[in-house]
């Protein structure tokens, strides 16, 4: 296959001129320019100027710096897998879980441990969707729990992960370990009350379901 050699670009094609901004631990002014400078040149770059500097806070400067790389890449040489796939409608996939489930599938989403990205669990569970497309509360055939964030699933995840289940004497079984016993008893808890929850969920759900 013939080669398609292509470079990045500022103002002429294939003049090589990159942007870039960055931060460094030091205050501005003509010794920090001079080593964001000795940085652009360390990344390979030539003809480099230090366009912006400012004071970024007080110990740190905020740098845009531009200059020539002389890299060039085959275009033609980069394989990227594609991944096809059919994309199911609102109504098909509704009918699809109807003829071949005949239940509603329910879906559980949670941000865990720290984590308080809900945007995208939103994103895929809030009613209004995302990108076009609805979320999972809009579908008939999704009941769609969304728990929010910071939600305790470490021990449980570990527990289920493992294929454990402590049950409700305390007594957990599977492959936790013997050490694990105050992971046992919190896996054990904070399943208790996630399943607690999903129940509540649902029984309101059901609840409302019935009163149309
Ligand atoms: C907004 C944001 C935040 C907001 C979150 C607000 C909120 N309520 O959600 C705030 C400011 C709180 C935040 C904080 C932090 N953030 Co932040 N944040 C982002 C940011 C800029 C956008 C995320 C977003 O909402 N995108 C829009 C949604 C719609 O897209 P999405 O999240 O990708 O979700 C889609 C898919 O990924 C997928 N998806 C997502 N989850 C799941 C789950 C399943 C099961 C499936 C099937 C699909 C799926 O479907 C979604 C819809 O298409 C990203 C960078 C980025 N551009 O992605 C960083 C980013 C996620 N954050 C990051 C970091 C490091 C943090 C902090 C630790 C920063 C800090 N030092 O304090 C804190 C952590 C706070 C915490 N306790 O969790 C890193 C994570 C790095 C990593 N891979 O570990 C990122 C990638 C930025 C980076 N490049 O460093 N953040």
Redesign the pocket.
């Known amino acids: 296959m013939d080669k398609h050699l292509i470079r990045p670009y500022g103002d002429r094609k294939d003049d090589g001129v990159i942007q870039l901004s960055f931060v460094l631990p030091v205050p501005a002014g003509e010794k920090a320019k001079e080593a964001a400078a000795q940085v652009a040149k360390k990344l390979g770059l030539s003809h480099v100027l230090v366009a912006t500097c400012e004071p970024a806070g007080g110990d740190y400067s905020f740098f845009v710096v531009y200059g020539r790389t002389h890299m060039q890449l085959d275009y033609n040489a980069i394989e990227v897998p594609v991944v096809v796939h059919r994309k199911h409608g609102f109504d098909e996939l509704n009918d699809v879980i109807k003829r071949d489930l005949q239940r509603r599938i329910v879906v559980v989403g949670a941000c865990i441990g720290?984590?308080?990205?809900?945007?995208?669990?939103d994103?895929?569970m809030n009613m209004k969707g995302?990108a076009g497309d609805y979320g999972l509360e809009r579908y008939p055939g999704f009941r769609a729990i969304n728990m929010g964030s910071q939600v305790e699933p470490a021990p449980a995840r570990r527990a289920q992960g493992g294929r454990a289940r402590a049950d409700r004497s305390g007594k957990a079984r599977g492959n936790l370990r013997e050490d694990d016993l105050p992971l046992r008893r919190s896996a054990r808890r904070s399943q208790d009350r996630a399943r607690a929850w999903i129940r509540r969920r649902i029984r309101a759900g059901n609840e409302a379901e019935r009163r149309g």
Request: avoid cysteine; proline fraction near 0%; aromatic fraction near 10%.
């Open positions: 720290t984590d308080s990205h809900t945007t995208g669990i994103a895929i995302f």
